[in-house]
């Protein structure tokens, strides 16, 4: 094995790692878990009514042209993935179930 596939071996055996252990850890208390699809989650602005597509401006940071804001590109992911999916407490979509239970 070279080093670039050990090093994403490793890289991805942390996110598998972390998947499982949230899927084990709401299985325990009976929470249902969806795996979504994260492409574009981070490329527009999360600021409601805007929708915007953020620039990188280095650092993982991104900001948006037309309202200014400026943030994480993994925090702009999540509060995208939050409007899309945890809208009174329903999803919009059908995502797939989490193969981690
Ligand atoms: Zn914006």
Request: include cysteine; charge should be positive; aromatic fraction near 8%.
């Amino acid at each position: 094995m070279t080093g670039i596939a050990h090093s994403i071996k490793i890289s991805l055996w942390f996110y598998r790692r972390i998947h499982f252990t949230i899927g084990y850890e709401a299985f325990k208390i009976r929470l249902e878990t969806t795996k979504v699809n994260a492409r574009n989650t981070s490329s527009i602005c999360p600021r409601l009514g805007c929708r915007s597509r953020l620039k990188d401006i280095g650092g993982r940071t991104l900001k948006c042209p037309k309202c200014g804001f400026i943030g994480d590109r993994d925090v702009v992911a999540i509060i995208n993935l939050s409007h899309e999916y945890l809208r009174c407490g329903m999803p919009r979509g059908r995502p797939k179930r989490s193969q981690a239970r």
